[in-house]
């Protein structure tokens, strides 16, 4: 079994549209979701996430492949080094 990792994991929406699925994303990957924050900016119209995820390496880039994947939205993460 891989071992778990803390990663936070960064996405920014540009297009309100692509909400609904990466909120569904990240609800069939709620088991590994620690926290999670979300800003809306709307004096530049986009929202900025920020979840943190406590799993295994695969399944955070699945997650963040999936979502970057989404028209209008950018994912980018970051692991711990432990």
Excluded: W
């Amino acid at each position: 079994m891989e071992e778990k990792r803390i990663a936070v994991l960064s996405v920014i929406v540009v297009k309100r549209e692509s909400a609904e699925k990466l909120n569904a994303y990240l609800s069939a990957f709620g088991e590994y979701i620690v926290g999670r924050m979300g800003i809306p900016y709307r004096e530049k119209n986009v929202s900025v996430l920020c979840v943190v995820l406590d799993a295994p390496a695969a399944v955070v880039n699945a997650l963040t492949g999936k979502i970057g994947q989404l028209d209008g939205v950018t994912a980018k993460t970051l692991f711990s080094q432990f």
